[in-house]
């Protein structure tokens, strides 16, 4: 989704605005612009597009500011275009936003009826003829600001240029994340830590409702009554240099190949290796709880899905999973003793954080899985449960995915352990097993080579099928998202035995049909449902592990061994292969891989 930058600078901040934005392009974006303070007049200069559009803008016609605001727009409110691109105009305010202000049509009437013309399309001029308003009526910049924000329903974050206060930039949010930066004599707010990232690891993250002035001398923080606050600055330690691409073509395939990491780091913090115990954080009480609730949207819906299969086997607890979106809304029946957890790589995701507060609202105890620690979800819940692989950057998920894997495999041995499910002996087995994950999970994208060659193919196709049984089944799911989303080729991920019961009519000699299916108890079944797609031409690619090659009937066009392992570990080794695959299909096709079209990595509007 959108990202914000604002920047009270002691040199031209041109370059560093556009630094920032580059890295915000993880978020998505449709285009984007920025503002400067130029000779006592804020100017501004904006391009639909990449950020490369706005770059050609100022290669023609710069901007000789040292304060400025800069801004990626996800279109909601307005189609992409120059004129609805942030920042916004009206009258002496120039600024960007991110959110929705749910009440902008009512408050645009009401301007409009006062005889202000608008310019753009978006909800977020609406801010800025409002905020000139009580300006016009006299107020000071912040006390404009506060009474502007009192009129605003929904979500924002905010930053803000005033012509004629050279030296200032005001800021607020409420649903939408916004730090202050503090550098050498300079100041900074953005989107998230990653935005001022370049110039300054010391940050605060300010609080629901909070708005906020800096200019040179520091912050000035108030609450949303108007009582000037104060927010912890804390070190924070992503630096720049977890974000670079290092030597790969792109993010995602960075991030596939961060995944023996990733898993390593996040395994290290639920598992005690020495002890070969599992110490997941925060306390719940495994053995009395009656069910747990999973909400989550996207490729986190599919971690939690495979964490039911998990749960429900190793500690005999059930699991109920459903989309945020859907739970959000059609107010389903909870029951009293479950455990709420909200699976989010960002932690922001608008309809997870929904479900979550829906959840809390009912009393229930919660938990979330996040990779953004600092996010709204993490600060809200009960217990955060965090993985450790490092800032995502790439829209497609990659490795969050395996890392939340890693979190609910060594929370269902907690769990079965805690229940009385399995002994020590055997608590002990699995968290050996899990313990090898890295090193297979690294084995496992050897088999880049392999998949590379596959792609030439499967991109020529027009539908594919992946299937899987039992945790092979959500793999599926994710291996057809994955593909769709970036290779924007149609996939359908299915159980395979479903298959019989309608997507087998999409069989033909032109479809390939990925069969995941590890030498496990499902193997059998598979291999039965791989024999009825091949009896009608289906091409099959068949990713399976040294066993399940020996015991495979021949006829697959393809197959694909990933490394042998343990049933509970085989859906995080089964995921390389799946996801180098929508990657390398993605590459052949020459897709814009890190952003595919119409997607944005924190999708914060419902
Ligand atoms: C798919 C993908 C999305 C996200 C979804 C949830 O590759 O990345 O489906 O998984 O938007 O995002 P988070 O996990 O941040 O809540």
Redesign the pocket.
């Known amino acids: 989704m959108c990202g914000i930058i604002g920047i009270v600078g002691t040199k031209p901040v041109q370059e560093r605005l556009i630094d920032s934005l580059k890295r915000l392009e993880y978020r998505g974006y449709d285009s984007a612009g920025i503002a400067g303070v130029v000779g006592g007049h804020v100017e501004r200069r904006r391009a639909k597009g990449k950020i490369r559009a706005l770059e050609e803008v100022l290669a023609e016609d710069p901007l000789k500011a040292e304060v400025g605001i800069g801004h990626t727009r996800w279109a909601t409110h307005g189609e992409p275009s120059t004129r609805n691109a942030h920042p916004q105009t009206a009258g002496r305010v120039t600024l960007v936003h991110n959110g929705i202000i749910e009440n902008y049509a009512e408050l645009r009437e009401g301007l409009k009826a006062q005889g202000r013309t608008f310019e753009s399309e978006t909800d977020t001029e609406v801010i800025a003829q409002l905020l000139d308003h009580e300006l016009d009526r006299g107020k000071a910049p912040l006390a404009a600001l506060k009474a502007t924000l009192d009129q605003l329903t929904g979500a924002y974050a905010i930053a803000i240029l005033i012509d004629g206060e050279d030296q200032l930039i005001m800021g607020a949010r409420r649903g939408s994340p916004l730090v202050v930066g503090y550098g050498e004599g300079e100041m900074f707010l953005g989107s998230d830590a990653l935005a001022v990232g370049p110039f300054t690891n010391r940050i605060s993250y300010l609080q629901e409702g909070d708005y906020v002035a800096i200019d040179h001398k520091g912050a000035k923080i108030f609450d949303e009554t108007g009582k000037a606050a104060e927010r912890p600055v804390t070190t924070v330690p992503a630096s720049a240099a977890l974000v670079e691409k290092g030597n790969y073509r792109h993010f995602m395939e960075k991030e596939i190949h961060d995944q023996p990491e990733g898993c390593q780091h996040t395994i290290s913090a639920y598992v005690d290796p020495v002890s070969d115990r599992t110490r997941v954080p925060g306390e719940v009480d495994w053995a009395g709880l009656a069910r747990i609730q999973i909400v989550?949207?996207?490729?986190?819906f599919i971690a939690g899905l495979l964490g039911k299969y998990l749960i429900e086997q190793l500690a005999d607890l059930p699991v109920d999973v459903e989309i945020a979106s859907e739970f959000r809304y059609r107010q389903p029946a909870l029951q009293a003793n479950s455990l709420a957890i909200a699976?989010?790589?960002?932690g922001?995701?608008a309809d997870?954080l929904a479900a979550l507060r829906y959840c809390q609202k009912r009393g229930m105890r919660t938990v979330a899985v996040v990779n953004a620690t600092e996010s709204t979800m993490a600060r809200e819940v009960d217990v955060v449960w965090p993985i450790h692989c490092g800032p995502e950057i790439g829209?497609?998920?990659t490795k969050?995915f395996t890392a939340q894997i890693c979190v609910l495999t060594a929370v269902a041995i907690a769990a079965a352990r805690a229940r009385g499910r399995i002994d020590a002996a055997e608590e002990q087995r699995l968290v050996k097993v899990l313990l090898e994950a890295p090193r297979l999970v690294a084995e496992s994208i050897k088999l880049e080579d392999a998949v590379r060659g596959i792609a030439q193919e499967v991109a020529k196709a027009r539908d594919v099928l992946f299937l899987g049984r039992g945790p092979m089944y959500p793999l599926a799911l994710e291996g057809a998202?994955?593909l769709k989303?970036i290779s924007y080729i149609h996939a359908e991920g299915y159980a395979a035995g479903e298959l019989k019961h309608g997507p087998i009519a999409l069989v033909d000699d032109q479809t390939p049909i990925v069969i995941l299916a590890p030498f496990d108890s499902y193997f059998e079944k598979s291999v039965s449902n791989m024999q009825e797609v091949m009896a009608r031409g289906g091409q099959v690619i068949f990713i399976t592990d040294p066993e399940g090659e020996k015991h495979a009937p021949r006829g697959a066009r393809v197959v694909v061994t990933a490394p042998q392992s343990d049933p509970l570990i085989a859906p995080l080794v089964l995921a390389a292969p799946v996801q180098l695959l929508a990657y390398y299909v993605a590459v052949q096709k020459g897709a814009d891989v890190d952003q595919p079209r119409n997607l944005a990595k924190?999708?914060t509007v419902e």
Do not use: D, H, I, N
């Not at 699976?343 to 960002?346: G, L, N, Y």
């Open positions: 989550a949207c996207g490729t986190s699976m989010s790589q960002s922001e995701t997870t829209v497609a998920s969050a998202l994955k989303e924190s999708v």
